[in-house]
């Protein structure tokens, strides 16, 4: 039983990384300031950058690809290879493989979350690409359907304007780059602090992150998860959750959730994984607690 529970825990915990992991909830400036996606360009090693477009959830990913090769041309990357894979066999592509040996940024575009996984889950081609976000060889981006990916469990689709409950989230299995959280996508923009409430309610073992559009959570090595763009990260804690009665209720029945802990992070807040705090920013616009002495 001990063995077990060690394992869980060793599943859950923070994943060593040496690079980034920019998690994005969708609609990206890609016009004007182009803020996340130049941070991407940079810590993908900028001029030197070699950048692999993933937009295989797309229903169009020929479009969608050109316009982020566009953006990253524009912003003068040395080598970018788009990697539209339409079919699983497509998947042992040698020049693929070839690719994310020397890539340095990989980014996945949105679309939808199921076909992306049904696409590159178990197989070779995602295994190489998780091993080198986890060795630090590139920096991996996902906006939309490519952040709900991100973990071990990922929401799938479900609906939004109810009270938390079971058939308001739709849940299946992610590509686990980050597989102790669970992420949700244009968040506070379509109303989904019910549904990942709900998914948290389930998976208490998880950290639920719901990310706004136009706004990044930026996941560093060390477990840091830092706010880029205009909006706002949603952390849900449950690591302090009394009692949940989730498990005993009918489908449509609202959930009960006792001392369920969530913090609202804008531009430049910090939050550690590992101890489950805030680390707020004190940088150039921010407001302090005036309240403290």
């Known amino acids: 039983m001990l063995q077990l529970e060690v394992q869980a825990q060793e599943q859950t915990k923070p994943q060593p990384m040496k690079t980034a992991v920019m998690v994005i909830g969708g609609a990206e400036d890609k016009v004007h300031g182009r803020e996340i996606l130049h941070a991407f360009f940079n810590r993908s090693g900028g001029a030197d950058a070699q950048i692999a477009i993933i937009p295989s959830a797309s229903r169009e990913p020929a479009i969608i690809g050109e316009r982020y090769r566009a953006i990253f041309q524009e912003m003068g990357a040395k080598r970018i290879e788009l990697v539209d894979i339409r079919d699983r066999v497509q998947c042992e592509d040698p020049a693929y493989h070839e690719f994310l040996e020397v890539c340095t940024g990989v980014f996945m575009t949105g679309g939808d979350q199921l076909r992306l996984c049904g696409l590159l889950a178990d197989t070779p081609f995602m295994e190489k690409l998780r091993l080198g976000v986890w060795q630090g060889r590139l920096t991996l981006a996902g906006t939309s359907a490519g952040a709900a990916v991100m973990g071990h469990h990922m929401i799938a689709g479900g609906g939004s304007g109810e009270c938390p409950n079971r058939s308001l989230v739709d849940m299946a299995t992610g590509l686990g780059f980050l597989p102790e959280v ?17 998914a948290v309610s389930a998976h208490p073992d998880r950290l639920g992150i719901g990310i706004d559009e136009d706004t990044c959570a930026l996941f560093e090595g060390d477990g840091i998860i830092q706010v880029l763009g205009k909006g706002t990260v949603t952390v849900v804690d449950p690591s302090e959750m009394s009692y949940t009665n989730q498990p005993y209720i009918g489908a449509t029945d609202p959930i009960s959730i006792y001392n369920l802990r969530v913090h609202i992070l804008s531009y430049g807040d910090r939050y550690d994984m590992r101890q489950r705090k805030i680390i707020p920013s004190l940088g150039e616009g921010c407001v302090t607690d005036q309240t403290q002495t």
């Open 182 to 198: 669970i992420v949700d996508q244009h968040f506070h923009n379509r109303n989904r602090m019910a549904r990942l409430m709900s």
